[in-house]
């Protein structure tokens, strides 16, 4: 079975990009090792073994090979302020849709904003399903085949892996960055058993835009880092702390998650199509 054709099945299955990275330690680790020392009491997750995500291999052992599978949620023709019209009182939409905000004091205030990830159904739920359905079609031509799937929640550095299956870059706000489909998208993959062609690694970069950077009202962005403790979408939902009064002054109304430098990045005004599956709950 070759690398076109699980490419092929992952498109037909709604992926909007998709691509073959080795399974193999990452260099990128080290950064990763390196920024867990400092993170904030809401990501202390991370520290739990962090060696597993040195190597998929360590997560899956069969892994061979690493689809990786990105979905497109959002595209510039989609109104944002028409959306969160459309899909009511904020606190209610979040309770419907069985998120948990952590700063509720910021949804009683007027013109409170959700970001755009949380404005459809749980992608997490959502893409799994799609993997799901990837996995079973190619085990369906290929008996020998198997595999492991990941979606945000795993051991896994989904952005390393898509930036070497040559999907995206690293954009200077943290999150992969594609000339064509932007940053609006879901990321998750399959690791397999399958020594597969992979593709080349994206080695593209912002250059010298730093619009992201200078969008940022809490200054979180710093050398293509994020200092996740002055981060909106942090203390909206992942803390269990109360929200700095910094911050939350600095807030421009964001109550759940932040788009702010995805809505600076001129790479998001790229045209292109939602991924089916992915359309706004309203």
């Not at 997750?45 to 040195?54: A, E, G, H, I, Q």
């Not at 595999?147 to 040559?166: H, N, Q």
């Not at 809505?263 to 939602?274: D, L, S, T």
């Amino acid at each position: 079975m070759t690398a076109a054709r699980i490419k092929e099945i992952a498109l037909a299955r709604g992926a909007t990009a998709a691509g073959i990275a080795p399974a193999a330690d990452l260099a990128e680790f080290r950064r990763f090792d390196t920024a867990i020392t400092i993170i904030p009491d809401g990501l202390l997750y991370l520290k739990r073994d962090p060696l597993v995500r040195k190597s998929i291999k360590k997560w899956y052992a069969g892994a061979r090979s690493v689809l990786v599978c990105a979905f497109r949620y959002w595209t510039p023709d989609m109104s944002h302020a028409a959306v969160l019209k459309a899909a009511g009182d904020p606190a209610e939409f979040l309770k419907r849709t069985g998120r948990k905000p952590n700063q509720p004091q910021l949804l009683a205030k007027p013109g409170a904003k959700i970001s755009r990830y949380a404005l459809c159904r749980d992608y997490h739920d959502a893409v799994k399903e799609k993997l799901t359905a990837i996995l079973a079609d190619i085990r369906a031509e290929n008996h020998a085949a198997d595999g492991k799937i990941f979606c945000d929640t795993s051991p896994v550095m989904e952005k390393e892996l898509a930036r070497l299956a040559g999907i995206g870059f690293r954009g200077k706000n943290t999150l992969l960055l594609s000339r064509t489909m932007g940053s609006y998208v879901f990321l998750g993959g399959i690791a397999l058993n399958l020594s597969l062609q992979a593709d080349e690694p994206s080695e593209d970069s912002c250059g010298g835009c730093d619009q992201c950077v200078k969008a940022c009202p809490t200054r979180a962005l710093k050398d293509g880092r994020l200092e996740a403790g002055r981060c909106l979408a942090y203390w909206t939902t992942q803390s269990k702390n109360t929200i700095p009064k910094e911050a939350e002054e600095r807030n421009p109304g964001w109550a759940y998650g932040c788009d702010i430098c995805q809505e600076a990045c001129p790479q998001n005004k790229a045209p292109g199509r939602v991924a089916p599956g992915f359309d706004p709950i309203v």
